[in-house]
């Protein structure tokens, strides 16, 4: 629910998943840091602070103690104050790259050839003819099978080759 952005559904669910879980337990930790996540997506920044503060304060596993002092350095830390001209640099050569198919701008291309009315129309005699690969060079099957019989060919060579170094001839 957290990753959909119901975070109202999230949170509920997390304090009742805290009434059910001890606190001092690893699950009751991971159910904190959810919570702790949770109300910072909602906003509410210093109340998952204070949770994660309680967790510093009275679990009993190192990690998670760790684990919530990172969290609580990274939500206490000044936000960035950026400016609008700077939320895109260097981005808007490749902004439809990362976009769905269907939503990327489609600019209008130019003709690749002009026609020309003086231009006389091409004939078959002035096109050159078409070379054809053989019907059974075309088969992939055929491919398939002169592949492998040169790859064996080339196993058994190199076989034969090692043997007749291992033995000194």
Known sequence: MFERGYYNRALQCLKNAME??????????????YLA?????????????????IIEDTHPSRKMIK?????????EAPKLEIEQRDLNFGF???SDR???????MRKPSKPKYKENANA?????????????LP?????PTI???????????????????????????
């Open 98 to 104: 990362y976009r769905p198919r269907e939503r990327r």
């Open 120 to 132: 006389s129309p091409v004939t078959l005699a002035d096109e050159e003819p078409e070379t054809t």
């Open 37 to 53: 996540f949770t109300l910072d997506a909602m906003g509410k920044t210093k109340d998952a602070c204070k949770i994660l503060r």
């Open 143 to 169: 491919i398939i099978i002169i592949t492998a019989g040169v790859g064996a060919a080339a196993w058994q060579s190199a076989v034969m080759t090692a043997a007749q170094r291992a033995t000194g001839n």
């Open 67 to 75: 684990q919530a002092e990172e969290i609580r350095f990274v939500l």
């Open 20 to 33: 059910i879980q001890p606190p001092l337990t690893k699950l009751g930790g991971d159910i904190q840091i």
């Open 135 to 139: 019907e059974w060079m075309r088969n």
């Open 92 to 94: 808007q050569a490749n």
